[in-house]
């Protein structure tokens, strides 16, 4: 006999939510069949309407809330909240801070079946708002006015805002300004559609530790009308602005930045310290978001790394070469792979910057250049790896595991690969010694973690 479904489209509920998922939303369970509901936090009672029953779970929307949580908070502005990415914000920042760190430890025992790692208290922001030093703002048109923002979820229609919570001051200016002097010189919006008109992205970088300010115009177009006076209008109401700069995008595509870029006005770069190394940063540069926690993250790899000056490290996935830097200040040599030939190039730059001498920089394959900087004799006392959101590859893990380093110390932005990874680790001879997570994205469900691995 077919069994049905305890719930049905349509209808009206009363549930306790029991959990959030991985992107926020709250779980509730009826007759042991989840239902997720955005906006629902553990502990509340609340009356839902179901509004999809699949065969394994099903989605709500709250319609009244019983019984608050302690951590429910008023949201600071709901157009944001809808579009902007912050799926938290109606969590007090204690609450958030509460939530991810019991994500980690869900996720390091559910999937890694790690039962008896030390994970540390989550270190969270003195402030938690305005810490975000990059914009890439989608420019659209209504009523013959530029407008410029978010779009809205799972469509491409930009709901027009004037700020973001959590990006810094100096961004949300620079963005504002731009669509403000654009507008007055008659820039046409880009039209996805037809695919005519001119500006498609609005961009901005901040400096925090420097001050200085870059703004790149993406356009689809070679050209850009009245571009001296745009320039000038620009330079003459953003004093911090060190330079400006055109991106041409001319594909029809949802990739932000095309591949030509030149300089209208000022520097090719702007500069930023994380602790005391300086960095260049281009339109094109990767450059971590949150330098203050970016710091913390790092010093706290740089301490399981714990380093004496006679170490040879290999750092897996570098990028403009941010860990790799720190950690040459400490070691006696540092070898940095990353797939992206351009951000090696800015990995030397730094380098040359900072007149660290004792770090090498390679493009390719970490699962390729590794095993072979191995069989030239490399045998790197500590490895550490930063991969992207869906962790490292397998064959890095393998080749990890055949050259024994003492120590591995894995910086993940996504616990779930975080935890598989470790438990490969694991049957490989190694063991999780302890995992710190970190809050680099406050009123965001993403959370950082640093992992000291040691080989058993």
């Not at 001119?198 to 356009?219: D, K, N, W, Y």
């Amino acid at each position: 006999m077919k069994r049905t479904l305890p719930v049905q489209k349509n209808e009206y509920i009363d549930v306790i939510f029991e959990d959030l998922t991985h992107d926020g939303a709250g779980v509730a369970k009826v007759e042991g069949y989840p239902i997720f509901v955005p906006n629902g936090l553990p502990g509340e009672k609340a009356q839902i309407k179901v509004i999809k029953a699949n065969k394994g779970y099903g989605f709500g929307r709250l319609i009244e809330l019983y019984e608050k949580s302690p951590y429910r908070v008023e949201i600071p502005r709901e157009e944001l909240h809808k579009y902007g990415g912050c799926q938290l914000e109606h969590i007090s920042y204690e609450g958030q801070l509460k939530y991810k760190e019991n994500q980690v430890r869900q996720v390091l025992t559910r999937i890694g079946k790690l039962e008896d790692v030390v994970v540390h208290p989550i270190l969270g922001m003195d402030n938690p708002w305005h810490y975000r030093n990059k914009a890439q703002v989608p420019v659209g048109d209504k009523d013959g006015k530029l407008i410029a923002g978010f779009f809205k979820p799972r469509t491409h229609e930009i709901v027009n805002t004037d700020e973001s919570l959590i990006q810094i001051p100096e961004i949300n200016e620079a963005v504002q300004v731009v669509k403000e002097i654009c507008t007055r010189f008659h820039i046409p919006a880009y039209n996805e559609e037809t695919h005519k008109g001119v500006l498609r992205h609005i961009m901005a970088r901040f400096g925090q530790q420097t001050g200085e300010l870059m703004v790149v115009l993406v356009t689809r177009s070679l050209e850009i009308p009245n571009r001296e006076q745009l320039v000038e209008e620009i330079v003459a109401r953003l004093p911090q602005v060190k330079s400006i700069i055109h991106n041409v995008n001319s594909k029809r595509t949802n990739v932000i930045l095309g591949d030509k870029t030149k300089v209208l006005w000022g520097s090719e770069v702007i500069y930023d310290y994380i602790g005391d190394v300086r960095f260049a940063i281009s339109a094109l540069s990767f450059y971590q978001v949150n330098p203050v926690q970016t710091k913390v993250l790092y010093d706290k790899a740089l301490e399981y790394a714990s380093l004496s000056g006679s170490e040879s490290v290999i750092d897996a996935y570098c990028g403009i070469g941010t860990i790799s830097l720190f950690l040459a200040q400490k070691a006696r040599k540092v070898f940095g792979v990353e797939i992206v030939p351009e951000a090696i190039e800015d990995a030397r730059k730094n380098a040359a910057l900072n007149g660290i001498e004792n770090a090498e920089f390679e493009a390719g394959e970490a699962e390729v250049v590794i095993p072979k900087w191995y069989e030239e004799g490399n045998k790197a006392d500590v490895l550490v790896v930063d991969p992207p959101r869906k962790g490292c590859d397998e064959a890095l893990l393998h080749t990890i595991i055949d050259m024994k380093p003492k120590k591995v110390v894995y910086v993940s932005c996504n616990p779930a690969t975080l935890a598989r990874d470790l438990r490969i680790l694991e049957d490989g001879g190694y063991k999780t010694v302890e995992v710190q997570p970190v809050d680099m994205f406050p009123h965001t469900t993403h959370v950082e973690c640093v992992a000291l691995i040691e080989l058993k």
